[in-house]
C-alpha cells in the first residue's frame, strides 16, 4: 500500500493539489477494499472511522484515485459508478449478467493476442482497454 500512497502523493503535487489527511485516509479506505467499489460504499467505510469527512469529499477523492492510475472506472451495466484497484492488478475483463447483477472477473491470453493483432492491423498503438461482456450467467440462464 506504501507504493500506492506514494504514487498519490506524486501525482497531486503534480498538478498542485495539497496532499490532505482527509485525502490520505480515503486513500487509504480504498485501497482495502478490494472490490468494484461506489462512491457510497467508500463514503459509509471512511465515515465509520472519520465521521467528519463529507460525500462530497470522498467523490473527489475518488474521481482523483481514478486519475492518478490507482483505479480505472468499471461499468457493470447499472448505470452505477464503480472504480476497480488498477495499479498493481493484473488486467482482466468482465462477464456481466444482465438479470441478477453479477459479475465475474475473466481473462484469457487468446483474447488479448487477437486484440494487439487487430490494433497491429490497423497501426494503432493501445493504451489501455477493457472488454465488458454482457448476457446471462447460467443461474438466470437456466430461470428462463
Known amino acids: 500500500m506504501e507504493k500506492e500512497i506514494e504514487l498519490f502523493r506524486g501525482e497531486l503535487k503534480k498538478i498542485h493539489l495539497r496532499v490532505t489527511s482527509q485525502r490520505l485516509k480515503i486513500v487509504e479506505a480504498f485501497l482495502k477494499t478490494e472490490k468494484h467499489i461506489t ?22 477523492t475518488l474521481k482523483l484515485i481514478q486519475e492518478t492510475g490507482l483505479a480505472r472506472e468499471a461499468d457493470l451495466g447499472d448505470k452505477v459508478l464503480r472504480l476497480e484497484h ?59
Do not use: W
Not at 472519520?50 to 462530497?56: A, E, L, S
Not at 462477464?95 to 453479477?102: A, E, F, S, W
Open 39 to 60: 462512491c457510497d460504499e467508500l463514503y459509509l467505510i471512511v465515515r465509520r472511522n472519520h465521521p467528519d469527512i463529507g460525500y462530497t469529499t470522498v467523490y473527489r
Open 86 to 144: 488498477e495499479f498493481g492488478h493484473k488486467h482482466h475483463d468482465h462477464l456481466i449478467c444482465l438479470k441478477c447483477g453479477r459479475f465475474f472477473e475473466v481473462f484469457d491470453p487468446d483474447i488479448e493476442l487477437l486484440q494487439e493483432k487487430l490494433a497491429r492491423k490497423h497501426k494503432f498503438n493501445p493504451i489501455r482497454h477493457k472488454m465488458d461482456i454482457f448476457g446471462y450467467c447460467q443461474k438466470c440462464s437456466l430461470k428462463q
